[in-house]
């Protein structure tokens, strides 16, 4: 999360501040989108299809007023008599000079082409168009929130189903990545959409052939060899003479000759080695009696800051070692809106298709650290009565937005030399239906996001060394 250090230029910094915004839409089950991202698409297709209209309207009038310069132009005298044109000086001059009209109004009536303008306008930024490489991030990014709680592509289409070139594509972006099982399961959802579809009116971007070939490929590279062979077959049908699927054929049976495993590539293995994994999917360590009688709840007044004694702060101790505090309702939902209202124009300049240079594995997430004003002093001054600590020397607000399958890969906030970030203090401005927890692998905790509330922690021991229990990921959102 913190790699921009040249960003965040002081080195003796005493506190982190820091507002985790995981802005998420869930319209009915509308899946996988986040708000700004979802609502700024809908709105790009309906620029497109306007700016479509517009061009094609501007296109008919241009053609009609061809057709009345060229009426004219018809109606202009012409020379019945050619020969009197090379001899009657007068003739030729009237010749040459209408030539020259006709020539000057064609070059002017079809000078306003509006297709020049209209190119230039689908090429420039005006309309934000999702690159290709957005489209594969936010493809990749359905994988990883398949590989993170196991799930099928009937778990993930259930509201929203996908076409058969939809699908396809899922699967050759699961196939790049080696992701061979779940490359299987979309291949396998085509395959059934492909049956299902009986229609030729939707254009397919692949072959029958070509599906077959990745079903059987994509079991090979997983080990399932039986189901490999299956599909090959299927292939070897309808196309018999393909000499390029009969020796693959041959090698599958031959391996499988020699190879005992048969991994089972229908079932999603439910055991994860990983975990972050284990933890995003609730798998949380039971806490033992002990620790759970260290962990309570109360409110808190900062030990007498005449801010919080009328109105004291709600503080739960979620987890004794490391530390971890969560202060309920410390933010209202009007002053929720009010910093996302100062950060959607910011977040969205650095969206899709624009080169912000902004590194991060999954580019739909975007982040912006907010000037102080107004709002952000009173936040900061809320996180100093919260925690006793000066925000002298605290980091700018960091506001992050969550998009599609939007996380974080286990990181420190500090570095292991001194002068680091001593604390972190992350405020949830929205509440996730599914996903989206801050855990703690390395002591097995999960904190789910609460709009309203934040965490905190110490990242330093007193002795200003890094704790490494705080090793810490944002859980991809789900819904
Ligand atoms: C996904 O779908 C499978 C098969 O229908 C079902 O058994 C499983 O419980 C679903 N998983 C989730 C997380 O909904
Ligand atoms: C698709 O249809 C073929 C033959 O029509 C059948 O063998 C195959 O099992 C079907 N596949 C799926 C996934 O429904
Ligand atoms: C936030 O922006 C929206 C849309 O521009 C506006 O309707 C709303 O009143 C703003 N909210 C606040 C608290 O300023």
Not at 162 to 169: G, M, Q, R, V
Not at 441 to 465: C, E, I, M, R, T
Request: proline share 4%; charged share 25%; hydrophobic share 35%.
């Amino acid at each position: 999360m913190f790699g921009d250090l040249d960003v965040l230029k002081m080195a003796t910094m005493k506190l982190l501040s820091f507002v985790a915004c995981v802005w998420v839409f869930s319209a009915g089950h509308e899946l996988f989108s986040s708000m700004d991202q979802a609502m700024q698409l809908v709105e790009e297709k309906r620029n497109l299809l306007e700016h479509f209209n517009s061009y094609i309207n501007a296109e008919e009038e241009n053609l009609q007023r061809l057709r009345r310069g060229l009426e004219i132009l018809r109606q202009l005298p012409y020379f019945k008599d050619p020969e009197n044109t090379t001899t009657d000086p007068v003739a030729a001059y009237k010749l040459m000079r209408q030539l020259r009209i006709l020539w000057l109004t064609i070059i002017t009536t079809t000078e306003n082409n509006p297709y020049d303008d209209f190119q230039e306008l689908l090429f420039s930024d005006v309309l934000k168009i999702p690159s290709e490489e957005d489209l594969e991030s936010a493809a990749l990014a359905l994988i990883k929130l398949q590989e993170t709680y196991k799930l099928y592509p009937v778990n993930l289409t259930k509201e929203t189903p996908l076409t058969e070139n939809e699908a396809y594509y899922l699967g050759l972006k699961a196939t790049v990545e080696d992701k061979f099982q779940h490359a299987f399961h979309w291949f396998l959802y085509t395959l059934k959409m492909f049956n299902e579809t009986k229609s030729f009116n939707s254009i397919r971007t692949f072959t029958k052939e070509r599906l077959l070939e990745h079903l059987g490929s994509s079991a090979y590279h997983f080990g399932s060899l039986p189901v490999a062979i299956y599909f090959y077959q299927q292939l070897l049908k309808l196309d018999p003479t393909n000499e390029d699927v009969k020796s693959t054929l041959k090698l599958c049976r031959n391996l499988r000759l020699y190879r005992t495993s048969n991994p089972d590539i229908f079932t999603l293995n439910k055991e994860s080695t990983n975990s972050y994994e284990a933890l995003c999917r609730g798998k949380v360590k039971p806490r033992t009696s002990r620790r759970q009688s260290t962990l309570s709840c109360r409110y808190s007044t900062g030990g007498g800051n005449p801010r919080l004694i009328l109105a004291p702060l709600k503080e739960e101790i979620e987890w004794d070692e490391p530390r971890i505090i969560r202060y309920h309702d410390i933010i209202s939902d009007k002053e929720i809106e009010i910093l996302k209202n100062i950060s959607r124009p910011l977040l969205r300049r650095s969206m899709v298709g624009s080169g912000s240079g902004k590194v991060s594995n999954v580019r739909l997430s975007q982040s912006v650290f907010l000037e102080e004003d107004d709002m952000v002093y009173r936040v900061n001054q809320r996180i100093a009565d919260a925690t006793g600590l000066s925000m002298e020397t605290a980091e700018l607000l960091h506001v992050q937005n969550y998009g599609i399958g939007g996380r974080y890969e286990t990181h420190y906030d500090a570095g292991d030399n001194q002068n680091e970030r001593i604390a972190t203090f992350l405020i949830y401005m929205s509440d996730v239906e599914i996903g989206g927890a801050t855990v703690f692998p390395k002591v097995g905790v999960a904190l789910q996001p609460k709009k309203g509330s934040a965490v905190f922690w110490y990242n330093l021991h007193k002795n200003g060394d890094l704790d490494l229990r705080t090793a810490h990921a944002g859980c991809p959102v789900l819904v």
